[in-house]
């Protein structure tokens, strides 16, 4: 039987933040069903920093973890966000910028000459968040494992959590790496976390698994300090990525857990998006790849001790900023397994109420 004070289902990003985090005060095991970390969703991500994106909670949390990742500073490229819209996004763009005041308004004129590919007949309006960030994903990944394992954190790989019971005031999980017992368990297991949930006999919060297609696509001409160019309808992105450009058509599609693949029409959608929007005559795909982008039923992550579960931590629910909240994120259920609390807002308690 391995033992520790707190049992981290999960090696993704969420997991292994969180690891670190309580490494120091707790003696943690991190229990991962792949053979390799971040094989899911972390390793799928278009590696964004974005403080405009995302709800109000969202918005704050991203805002909050800047500074860590300043700390850290070999993970971070500027890559600034233009916000872009269609004739048809317009009154969108205008309510963007009602809400975020700390947006640039830009001309068209002003947007083209920031990305010269876009559109001036497709380009009616932009808005321009201009300390947006790329970040080195797996770098970040790596950064917390390795504080996580030089504070003693074991990472047990093909660890499958099957199922769990609390019983004498701790859970006993049954894993495909055998029994472990630990005091506390943070349920990070991504687009996983209500069947885990389901697993140590808690109620699921309703997680919805969506989607999301990303590629490469080969591309003259691209200038490596273009923005991040995003449609404020959500209809596709591109940004510079090796010798083209990374596309997505910003899809949502219901899916079950799974190890998710890109399907080639959601590829070919990004492409005759991105080509309606710009001279780009996108053609050659490099490479595809899909990932599940997880969401409580409100939208905001799914942080904290679980009323209805006693042990039980939650830190699921991340949706499209898993990468970019994790450092705060992790920083709050890491107090919250000392006894903080976390903001209303993002608790799990929120699911709990009768
Ligand atoms: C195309 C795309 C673009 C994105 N772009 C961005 C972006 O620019 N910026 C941003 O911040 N976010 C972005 N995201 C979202 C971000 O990638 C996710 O929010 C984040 O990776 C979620 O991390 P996680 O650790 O919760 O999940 P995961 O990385 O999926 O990790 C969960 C882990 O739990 C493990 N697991 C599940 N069940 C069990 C079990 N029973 N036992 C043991 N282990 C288990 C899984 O194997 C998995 O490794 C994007 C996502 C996609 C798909």
């Not at 969202?58 to 850290?72: E, I, K, N, P, Y």
């Not at 819209?85 to 640039?104: K, N």
Request: hydrophobic share 50%; net charge negative; charged share 20%.
């Amino acid at each position: 039987m391995i033992e520790a004070d707190v049992a981290v289902v999960g090696a993704g990003i969420a997991g292994v933040s969180v690891a670190a985090e309580l490494s120091g005060h707790r003696s943690v095991v991190v229990l991962e069903q792949e053979a390799e970390p971040a094989y899911h969703t972390t390793g799928r991500s278009a590696a964004m920093f974005l403080e405009s994106y995302g709800g109000p909670d969202v918005r704050a949390l991203t805002a909050a973890g800047r500074a860590f990742l300043d700390a850290v500073g070999t993970l971070l490229t500027p890559r600034p966000l233009l916000w872009v819209a269609g004739a048809d996004g317009l009154d969108r763009l205008a309510a963007l910028a009602r809400e975020q005041p700390a947006l640039v308004p830009l001309s068209p004129d002003e947007a083209v000459a920031l990305c010269p590919a876009l559109r001036s007949s497709w380009c009616a309006g932009a808005l321009l968040e201009p300390r947006a960030l790329e970040i080195d994903v797996l770098g970040l990944h790596q950064h917390y494992l390795g504080a996580a394992r030089r504070d003693g954190v074991r990472v047990l790989l093909g660890a499958r959590v099957l199922a769990g019971r609390h019983t004498g005031g701790r859970w006993v999980l049954d894993t495909a790496a055998g029994p472990v017992a630990a005091a506390a368990v943070v349920n990070a297991a991504g687009a996983w976390a209500d069947p885990v949930a389901a697993a140590l006999g808690a109620p699921p919060v309703g997680l919805r698994p969506l989607r999301r297609t990303a590629a490469v696509a080969r591309a003259d001409g691209v200038d490596r300090t273009w923005p991040l160019v995003s449609d404020v309808a959500e209809t596709f992105y591109f940004r510079p990525e090796g010798a083209g450009v990374l596309l997505s058509p910003a899809d949502e599609t219901p899916s079950e857990p799974c190890d998710a693949r890109p399907d080639e029409l959601d590829v070919a959608l990004a492409i005759e998006r991105v080509n309606a929007a710009t001279t780009l005559g996108l053609r050659s795909v490099v490479t595809a790849w899909a990932g599940l982008r997880t969401f409580a039923p409100d939208r905001n992550p799914v942080a904290g001790p679980d009323p209805a579960a006693p042990g039980l931590w939650w830190l699921a629910g991340q949706g499209g900023y898993g990468i970019q909240t994790a450092p705060e994120l992790a920083r709050l259920v890491a107090a919250s397994v000392a006894g903080g609390d976390v903001p209303a807002a993002v608790s799990v308690a929120r699911f709990r109420r009768a």
